[in-house]
């Protein structure tokens, strides 16, 4: 990692000399001024570096950073102590002044410093990293570790629900997370892939199918076949026998029907791969429910009878073998039916001890809707109760549903016709401005990228756990905390480096030769000041796995950003402030695409 700044020199408080684990300088400048603070700390309180660190915030009421003295738990009068720190406190470098109101002492760090150590970081860990990938915000927390992101995981020949789109959409972002955090991340798309549904899906096929259909878009035509078969079904049992008997094929390994299953897969995997790459998600493994072995199914059974935790089935569960986790109020999932066919929750306990055994991952992470709390409690606890120690490592990250997905017209559709509408309302909103339209280079593309962006942000603007009502006035709507706006703040920004540069102003290479000191508006220290949280809004989300913090962060930096364009002109001005301005907006633009992409957004440059 490139380092951003140079220490402090002439025996001064060095925050880049201070090592404490999860403090990094070098890829965070607020550790560097919250590090200059602490050291304000340790005399007065005679306390170490390490623990002032932990006790300086954000700041209140308008301070850089504020310490709740009380919370060092020092003996005598927390209000003393306070007074104590601004009596002996001098000025530096990195901290200006200090202020008290009790026990709370805040401080005001210097904006010269300031704006030049975290703009020049801005810079370096965008376009001077050693991977050549931009890497401001992040950080090594997850450093030799490994974790697992399970998410998406339609199943095939069923519809592609709400649940689906928002476990697509979450994974995406926690994948983004981890790789930011340092994690070595292995993402799988658990596609439901087995089961009964295949038998009806091929008995239907015989009747309403289309190999030409198969071929174009299997997703739609499959579902469309598999809810046709169901209707017959409704009036003809022997549908039913067909289907239960085409699936027993499968499970008894038959070649014919097999092959007929796996050419289903084949060509849903390849449409589903379609909508994943217009979604800017990816998958290392394409796994799913048939790839859980049929020898590792019979050994956690076999495993859980030694241990003697299997229970045979009384009453209507009679002959089914189950599971008793009454004592943990999680009721007695069955883990082998009568006819000895496994289950949903066998081919998931199942298929998480291959997993590891395959991967060894430090954690594992399952991206699926609040419904299924309960199966995930059910054998995170089976495996506990197996004695993988590794069970504890398991997460669920869970999510509330989306209400009333239809078109707009009001009828149930899927994925496609969700992006499509958004893409067409879009564009037709684009042709509205004539001149912006023509500058645009693929105004369809540049559409479907802001439809999805709308349909993203609104996904993630809330806390995940909360059910929220699709809108689509509102979502898509260029106004408001919206994802066109976000697009179109960082659309702006790009159109100012573009206009003057048109005008014949160009920053040197050598960005140090940038005066910073010019930047000395109240707008640009806000600006700045939110520039150098990045880093703590990406080390919230490891932690809360919440997107909303980030989108949150996203219009907060935009609106400062719009409210400085009066202030904060860059046309016309003289040369070294014009300079300076517009590198403060290109800073901004940087992490602005940054947190876009950490949302799965591409950033657009024009639209
Ligand atoms: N295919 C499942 C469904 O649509 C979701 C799979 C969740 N992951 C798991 N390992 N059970 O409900």
């Known amino acids: 990692m490139a380092t951003a700044v140079t220490p402090a020199t002439n025996g001064a408080f060095s925050p880049y000399a201070a090592s404490i684990p999860g403090v990094e300088p070098e890829t965070c400048a607020f550790d560097a001024f919250r590090l200059a603070v602490a050291s304000k700390l340790t005399g007065p309180l005679n306390i170490p570096l390490e623990k002032a660190y932990e006790g300086v915030d954000i700041g209140k009421k308008g301070a850089d950073f504020t310490v709740a003295v009380p919370r060092f738990r020092l003996g005598g009068k927390p209000d003393d102590w306070a007074k104590k720190v601004v009596d002996e406190f001098k000025a530096d470098l990195w901290v200006e002044s200090v202020t008290v109101d009790k026990a709370f002492v805040s401080f005001m760090v210097r904006t010269d410093t300031l704006v030049n150590k975290v703009l020049t970081q801005i810079h370096d860990l965008t376009y001077r990293t050693p991977s050549g990938k931009p890497e401001y915000g992040c950080n090594h927390s997850g450093k030799g570790k490994k974790v697992i992101i399970e998410y998406s995981s339609p199943n095939i020949a069923k519809e592609f629900h709400a649940g689906h789109l928002r476990s697509t959409i979450l994974g995406a972002f926690l994948a983004n997370i981890h790789r930011a955090t340092g994690w070595d991340v292995m993402t799988i798309n658990y596609l439901g892939d087995w089961g009964k549904q295949f038998g009806l899906v091929a008995v239907g096929f015989e009747r309403y199918g289309s190999e030409e259909a198969l071929k174009t878009d299997a997703v739609h035509h499959l579902y469309d076949v598999y809810v046709k078969i169901n209707k017959d079904a409704e009036t003809d049992e022997a549908v039913h026998d067909a289907a239960r008997e085409f699936f027993k094929r499968m499970e008894d390994g038959d070649e014919a029907a097999v092959a007929q299953w796996k050419r289903f897969r084949d060509f849903s995997l390849e449409r589903y791969k379609q909508s994943y790459d217009r979604l800017n998600v990816d998958f290392d493994v394409y796994g799913g429910e048939s790839t859980v072995s049929q020898k590792a199914m019979q050994d956690v059974i076999q495993k859980m009878d030694e241990m003697g935790i299997i229970e045979e089935g009384k009453e209507k569960k009679e002959g089914a073998r189950l599971i008793n986790l009454e004592k943990w109020k999680l009721g007695s999932p069955v883990v082998q039916k009568t006819d000895g066919t496994s289950l949903y929750i066998t081919r998931d306990i199942a298929g998480a001890i291959e997993r590891h055994e395959k991967y060894h991952f430090d954690k594992m992470i399952y991206v699926a809707g609040a ?39 009001g009828t149930a559709v899927s994925l496609d016709h969700i992006l499509n509408e958004a893409q067409d309302t879009m564009h037709e909103q684009m042709k509205t401005n004539e001149t912006k339209y023509a500058n645009v280079d693929d105004p369809q593309k540049t559409a479907d990228e802001i439809g999805m962006s709308a349909v993203k942000i609104q996904d993630m603007a809330g806390k995940r756990i909360n059910n929220y009502t699709f809108n689509w006035s509102r979502m898509l709507s260029f106004e408001g905390d919206t994802g066109p706006y976000l697009q179109y703040a960082h659309a702006r920004l790009c159109s100012v480096q573009r206009k003057t540069a048109q005008a014949g102003l160009v920053l040197p290479s050598d960005v140090s030769k940038i005066n910073t000191d010019l930047l000395t508006e109240p707008g640009a220290r806000v600006i700045v000041y939110l520039l150098a949280s990045y880093p703590d809004v990406v080390r919230t989300a490891i932690k809360t796995y919440e997107p909303s913090g980030v989108v949150t962060y996203l219009f907060r930096l935009s609106h400062a950003i719009s409210a400085a364009w009066e202030t904060l002109v860059v046309m016309g001005q003289e040369e070294e402030l014009a300079k300076a301005r517009l590198w403060l907006f290109i800073n901004a633009r940087d992490v602005l695409g940054a947190g876009l992409r950490l949302l799965s957004l591409r950033p657009l440059e024009k639209m």
């Open 371 to 409: 419904p299924q709390d309960m199966h995930f409690a059910q054998f995170f606890k089976v495996l506990d109760l197996m004695d993988f120690p590794w069970a504890k490592t398991l997460e669920h990250a869970n999510f509330g549903s989306i209400l009333g997905m239809s078109s707009r017209k």
